[in-house]
């Protein structure tokens, strides 16, 4: 099963900052890559598809990039409502695999 | 709008089994791939199982294989997961998933306890 890492596993940021999380794939996994992100006792909401696609709906501050291993999800302000838990998903064959998680606080 | 309700959870004694169901509403559930996703208390997200659109394709977690089934019936909108032999790693928050560029909508969750 392919692995993915994810990185930081926490971090403590403040409204207006950039925040940059990673995930890297135990080996190519082309753009099959989606952002979640979790707010304490909710469902997963996803934010970003294909590495780098948008979902209808969500604030333009939040961007992905990467393919192949390496993968980026940017917040480039970051805003009250975006403290949460975020979560990378690979689906580029089964089993699907997450990253472990990135919890974003308030600094 | 896209509507996904779980039911069936609740408490269960290691050993034993369980079935979830999920209700889907809001697109035509027959078009589309299904998944169920568990998130254990206060941990990370875990894919559990697939299905495809018409039932002929199916996966399994290797933590689940040869315990839960998944299965649908399109004509009743639903997705099901049987689950067997119940472990207490087994507790978690089951979501309902549908499949469209990884997860674009997911149900509130049912909760499993598996405990003696």
């Known amino acids: 099963a392919i692995q993915m890492t994810q990185s930081p596993s926490s971090l403590s940021a403040s409204v207006g900052d950039r925040v940059t999380i990673t995930c890297r794939a135990s080996?190519?996994?082309?753009?099959?890559l989606g952002w979640y992100q979790q707010k304490p006792g909710k469902a997963p909401k996803l934010l970003i598809y294909?590495?780098?696609s948008l979902q209808s709906g969500v604030p333009s501050r939040f961007s992905g990039s990467g393919s192949g291993t390496d993968f980026t999800l940017t917040i480039s302000s970051l805003q009250p409502e975006d403290f949460a838990t975020y979560y990378c998903?690979?689906?580029?064959?089964?089993?699907?695999?997450f990253g472990q998680g990135t919890k974003v606080e308030i600094k | 709008q896209v509507q996904l309700v779980e039911s069936g959870g609740g408490l269960v004694k290691p050993g034993g089994s369980l079935r979830l169901s999920c209700a889907a509403s809001g697109f035509t559930f027959s078009d589309y791939y299904m998944s169920w996703i568990r998130q254990a208390p206060g941990k990370g997200l875990e894919w559990v199982s697939y299905i495809s659109s018409s039932g002929s394709t199916i996966y399994y977690a290797d933590s689940v294989k040869g315990r839960f089934t998944i299965s649908r019936d399109n004509a009743k909108n639903s997705l099901y997961l049987q689950m067997n032999s119940l472990r207490a790693e087994d507790t978690a928050m089951y979501y309902c998933?549908?499949?469209?560029?990884?997860?674009?909508?997911w149900g509130q969750g049912t909760l499993v306890t598996v405990s003696s």
């Open positions: 998933a549908r499949v469209n560029y990884g997860i674009d909508y």
């Open positions: 998903l690979h689906d580029y064959n089964y089993p699907w695999t």
């Open positions: 080996q190519g996994i082309r753009n099959d």
């Open positions: 294909a590495a780098s």
